[in-house]
């Protein structure tokens, strides 16, 4: 069975940094893209970065863009998220997803919550 983890999210200052990772079972992991989505209370979801197989590929909302990096360690399974300068905008709980081959994502982890005080 597929499972994706997320973990590393808390509270922090503005102008703070924090390290999210997620930690994927049952899938051969090296072979997927894979994704960052965030969803604030009462907001949709939204994009916020991805990533191909090998990590030699990355997107980036606008809104994280130089602020953020998104990387992964195909052996140990496991996709990051590097979120520096953080803002209260920021503050969301944040999911990682298998992009899967129709071009959607799925298999969503269960999200780690980040909250960004002024």
């Known amino acids: 069975q597929v499972r994706l983890a997320e973990s590393g999210g808390g509270l922090v200052q503005a102008g703070g940094s924090l390290r999210l990772s997620c930690a994927a079972s049952g899938l051969p992991f090296r072979s997927y893209s894979m994704g960052w989505f965030r969803q604030a209370p009462g907001k949709e979801r939204e994009f916020v970065a991805n990533?191909?197989?090998?990590?030699?590929?990355?997107r980036y909302a606008d809104s994280v863009k130089g602020r953020f990096t998104c990387s992964r360690d195909n052996a140990k399974n496991t996709m990051y998220l590097q979120m520096n300068s953080l803002e209260p905008e920021d503050t969301a709980v944040y999911y990682c997803a298998v992009r899967l081959v129709s071009g959607t994502y799925g298999y969503w982890g269960q999200g780690t919550q980040v909250t960004v005080s002024s």
């Open positions: 990533i191909n197989w090998s990590g030699g590929s990355t």
